[in-house]
């Protein structure tokens, strides 16, 4: 089994919901999962567990999305929001 890395390009927020952490993964074939667990690279003691998943901007050209682009829902604090964009995360399944 390889690594998966997510690294997050954006993340915005869903009123009530949580935060979508807009990312990029290394491997688009690899099956991540909701109640799965995100590792911070740079601090492994912070774990995340995805509550959501879903393609991001495929709308009308649904044929050409690309697979490695995706949308993670998680509940995090507003400040780990700000820390964590450009960081890369690591599944843990």
């Given at each position: ?11 915005f927020?869903?009123?009530?919901r949580?935060y ?5 993964i ?10 799965d ?19 991001i ?6 044929k ?30």
């Amino acid at each position: 089994m390889s690594l998966i890395e997510l690294t997050i390009d954006d993340i915005f927020e869903i009123t009530a919901r949580g935060y979508v952490l807009t990312c990029v993964i290394n491997n688009p074939n690899s099956t991540i999962k909701i109640g799965d667990t995100l590792r911070n690279r740079e601090n492994v003691t912070q774990e995340i567990q995805i509550k959501g998943i879903e393609m991001i901007n495929y709308g009308s050209n649904f044929k050409n999305r690309r697979l490695d682009r995706i949308g993670i829902l998680v509940e995090i604090s507003d400040e780990e929001a700000l820390e964590i964009k450009g960081k890369t995360l690591i599944v843990l399944n």
